[in-house]
């Protein structure tokens, strides 16, 4: 338990803290969930079970502020067709470098967020898909990695207070508005 302790902090200390997080089944189950079994695989030593999660947590963000964005021509959200003509495929089918290209061509993420991203990706690269990669680095990479992740998930899902009340992001209020999980106030 001791051991289990000093990794909890190691990987907490210097991340993030989510304190909020809308119960809407999809954004728990792959952004939340992925993100709490990431730690709880570091805190077992499976180093490389908290990147692969941080790789799928980067992923499911980019797809999530896509969703969330509004993206449309001329004044409507792009259909699945327009999305392949436009970037080669629709944008869940894209790569993840391609996916934050398009992100961060559009204004939806700033440097910091592209960052993130980024270093996730080449993370997750080296240990997950090179022979070469030597494993003396890999907790302090993880919990890199983690920290990332964390990151994005605040960025995607916002985390504000105001008034003693939550403000949602608005493209996180609409899609839940969609989902049925959020009714605006005045509509209730």
């Known amino acids: 338990m001791k051991e289990l302790r000093k990794r909890y902090l190691e990987i907490s200390s210097d991340t993030p803290r989510l304190a909020i997080a809308p119960a809407e089944q999809r ?8 993100l709490r079994h990431a730690k709880a695989s570091f805190m077992f030593q499976n180093y490389l079970g908290t990147i ?13 502020l896509f ?3 509004g993206f449309q021509i001329n ?3 792009m259909t699945a067709e327009q999305q392949a003509d436009i970037f080669g495929a629709t944008f869940e089918k894209l790569g993840q470098d391609r996916r934050v290209k398009v992100l961060r061509g559009y204004g939806l993420i700033a440097k910091d967020q592209q960052d993130f991203f980024e270093n996730i990706r080449l993370v997750r690269k080296r240990y997950l898909h090179l022979w070469s990669q030597d494993h003396e ?3 302090g990479d993880a919990i890199k990695a983690y920290a990332a992740a964390a990151q994005l998930v605040l960025f995607v ?20 508005e969609r989902t ?4 605006p106030e005045g509509d209730a």
């Open 157 to 176: 899902i916002g985390q504000d207070f105001k008034d003693g009340g939550i403000v949602l992001k608005p493209g996180i209020a609409a899609y839940l």
């Open 75 to 77: 004044g409507r959200p």
């Open 180 to 183: 049925g999980m959020y009714v």
């Open 27 to 34: 954004i728990l189950d792959k952004l939340i969930w992925p």
């Open 137 to 139: 680095p890999l907790p």
């Open 52 to 64: 692969a999660l941080c790789g799928m947590i980067a992923e499911m963000a980019a797809m999530l």
């Open 67 to 69: 969703e969330t964005s």
